[in-house]
């Protein structure tokens, strides 16, 4: 079992930068492939970022590559997402997920266990 509780949220000027965290509870953090989906007014969740076990390897939506950095940092149990740039459509509820096993998945079906999510407005 994974608890994921998201911080970081808030409110930034187009342009800005928040820091996202999702920090985990349990011994088997570090056997998770982790990602970040966000979920704006009335659209589907959609896939952001995840990273491997190892941290690694990256996978990025198009929408956010080159803006956004994922990252984990197993000794605190915590895994990041960096957004610079932002863009008034990145605006959303931002959900950590963790995946037990391996990475690359882009569908919210394939993850496990999900955080309750953070608030990122962005004002233009």
């Known amino acids: 079992q994974v608890q994921l509780v998201e911080s970081g949220g808030g409110l930034v000027q187009a342009g800005g930068s928040l820091r996202l965290s999702c920090a985990a509870s349990g011994r088997t953090f570090s056997n998770n492939a982790m990602g970040w989906f966000r979920q704006a007014p009335g659209k589907e969740r959609e896939f952001v970022a995840t990273?491997?076990?190892?941290?690694?390897?990256?996978f990025y939506a198009d929408s956010v590559k080159g803006r956004f950095t994922i990252s984990r940092d197993d000794a605190k149990n915590t895994v990041y997402l960096q957004m610079i740039s932002l863009k008034p459509e990145d605006a959303a509820v931002y959900y950590c997920?963790?995946?037990?096993?391996?990475?690359?998945?882009?569908?919210?079906?394939?993850?496990?266990?999900w955080g309750q999510g953070t608030q990122v407005t962005v004002s233009s």
């Open positions: 990273i491997s076990r190892s941290g690694g390897s990256t």
């Open positions: 997920a963790a995946r037990a096993g391996s990475y690359g998945y882009t569908q919210a079906r394939a993850y496990d266990y």
